[in-house]
């Protein structure tokens, strides 16, 4: 079945540390691509969106995703995580092909250690 | 604050009850969103609704019945529940339903059926 999926359930990391979230949809065609959080307690938002051009989008706190269409990807990074991006993260696809939906990943869990 | 209202904010409700979900939003969006929201799984559209018209009704069973009587509120009315049907349901809007266009997302309510 056409999804989305992310390929880390729970990352832990160190304060300073990289983050690299993977993201990769199965959907062919005209695609926007999303990145949204969750902090505990908190609503989703966006912290990133695709819909054309400049295939690398910057965000909101410092994050990145970088559009690969021959991979089907849309991968989260960020330099230097700090305790406070403790959150869940979830990868999001509107295709067109899809009627316009969007449909989303099962979700990063991300533990920042200070 | 998103400009996505939902309430209740959390709610326990035995099989034999009828209650409703409501959720209003202050965009001035066309379009909104059921989705629910279980523990490791991915977010699942459940319903969407654009210029108050039910565009989408994914697979869902008939114990939850959604409605909108106008763009800015919109209700999903719950009887006879499972325990399995325990879960964040999430309302969102956006400005259309489809490609290049960003969801709002409410805060949830907190479903617990006993």
């Known amino acids: 079945a056409q999804s989305v999926s992310q390929h880390n359930h729970h990352v832990i990391l160190s304060e300073a540390a990289s983050l690299e979230l993977g993201c990769n949809y199965s959907y062919g065609g005209t695609v926007n691509l999303f990145w949204y959080v969750q902090y505990p307690g908190q609503h989703l938002q966006l912290l990133l969106k695709y819909f054309s051009g400049d295939p690398l989008v910057k965000g909101i706190k410092g994050f990145e995703a970088e559009f690969i269409k021959s991979k089907f990807s849309f991968n989260l990074r960020k330099p230097s995580v700090q305790w406070s991006d403790t959150a869940e993260y979830f990868c999001?696809?509107?295709?067109?092909?899809?009627?316009?939906?969007?449909?989303f990943g099962q979700g990063t869990e991300l533990s920042v250690k200070p | 604050e998103t400009g996505v209202t939902q309430t209740p904010r959390h709610l326990v409700m035995g099989m034999t009850n009828k209650k409703s979900l409501k959720c209003e939003q202050h965009l001035g969006h066309n379009a909104m969103y059921w989705y629910k929201q279980s523990a490791k799984k991915p977010l699942e559209l459940m319903f969407v609704y654009s210029l108050e018209e039910r565009v989408e009704n994914n697979s869902v069973p008939s114990r939850f019945s959604p409605e909108c009587p106008n763009s800015s509120h919109l209700f999903l009315h719950l009887h006879t529940l499972q325990p399995e049907d325990s879960a964040l349901y999430l309302c969102?809007?956006?400005?259309?339903?489809?490609?290049?266009?960003?969801?709002?997302f409410g805060q949830g309510t907190r479903l617990t059926v006993v």
């Open positions: 969102a809007s956006s400005q259309f339903s489809g490609l290049a266009t960003e969801a709002f």
């Open positions: 999001a696809v509107i295709a067109y092909n899809q009627g316009g939906k969007l449909i």
